[in-house]
């Protein structure tokens, strides 16, 4: 068991009174492992509502005042400081097999274009062993095609079009998957959270919020991780759906600016302190 310290914060600045909707609370079921419950903070304070999506993600409402404002949020959070999970033998299941909630998870979404893509994925994987195998052959077909690069970040791209190559960060790398997963008829949905660099090396580069996918085998959901194509411990969910377009960590309804971000995940001791060289956090300023 050990205790990891998740949070955020970040600034952002607005021309006139804006409402907001927040997706940056860890789901429900890890609540029970807080040490103490996370609240979110402002400055200016304002009034916040929370309310759940069609997901069961937890949301936050609020209006943020003209000007600059402020919001964050932390927690520490007991963890079992155990590894990804993993089945080489787990297998996929006939589609007459699923669960009635599994099936949405097959469809096509916004930036997921299962359906354009699935005789692409039948060619690069149709005869690759059904399973295990067959999603881990998937997600190295991502390394082979994509360069990870935080600065080419794009709220457009779509899996069509990462999977013509080039760069990308991890909700591209969690696109791609997701859409030839669900072109072969597997189940998969998409996850962001919290993903330190605990128990691997330092990456030196600014923390952000992390996205991955959940992939049904074998009569449940198993976390991958497309981005590192690694088993990875001490992860937060924070949201799932069918996509980035399910789980924004904010909405505005209207214009906004972000000025600065911040996200930290690592692991600390009884007492609250960071345990030295198992993790790195960063605070990324967003140039005006």
């Not at 033998?89 to 669960?99: G, Q, S, T, V, Y």
Request: hydrophobic share 40%; proline share 7%.
């Amino acid at each position: 068991m050990m205790r990891v310290r998740i949070g955020y914060e970040f600034d952002i600045r607005v021309p006139r009174d804006t409402p907001l909707i927040l997706m940056v609370t860890p789901e429900k079921a890890r609540h029970r492992d807080f040490v103490a419950p996370e609240q979110l903070v402002t400055d200016p304070t304002v009034p916040v509502r929370r309310f759940r999506d069609r997901y069961g993600n937890i949301c936050q409402r609020l209006v943020a005042p003209a000007g600059n404002f402020t919001l964050g949020a932390h927690a520490t959070v007991r963890d079992h400081g155990e590894w990804d999970e993993i089945d080489p033998d787990a297998r996929e299941m006939p589609i007459e097999e699923l669960p009635d909630e599994v099936m949405t998870f097959l469809a096509a979404s916004r930036y997921v274009e299962s359906d354009v893509m699935a005789p692409e994925a039948w060619r690069l994987f149709g005869d690759v062993t059904p399973g295990w195998s067959r999603v881990q052959a998937v997600l190295d077909h991502g390394h082979k095609v994509l360069r990870f690069d935080y600065g080419t970040a794009s709220s457009s791209r779509t899996a069509l079009d990462a999977s013509k190559g080039g760069t990308g960060v991890c909700r591209d790398f969690a696109h791609l998957a997701l859409a030839y997963l669900r072109g072969l008829n597997i189940p998969a949905r998409y996850v962001n959270g919290y993903v330190g660099d605990i128990g691997v090396p330092k990456v030196d580069a600014p923390m952000d919020f992390a996205a991955w996918i959940e992939v049904w085998l074998s009569d449940r959901w198993w976390t991958l991780d497309p981005r590192n194509n690694e088993r990875r411990l001490g992860r937060v969910v924070i949201a799932r759906g069918h996509d980035a377009a399910d789980v924004p960590m904010l909405s505005s309804f209207g214009p906004h600016e972000l000025t600065r971000f911040q996200v930290w995940c690592h692991p600390v001791d009884e007492d609250g302190n960071e345990i030295d060289g198992m993790a790195f956090g960063g605070d990324q300023r967003v140039r005006a």
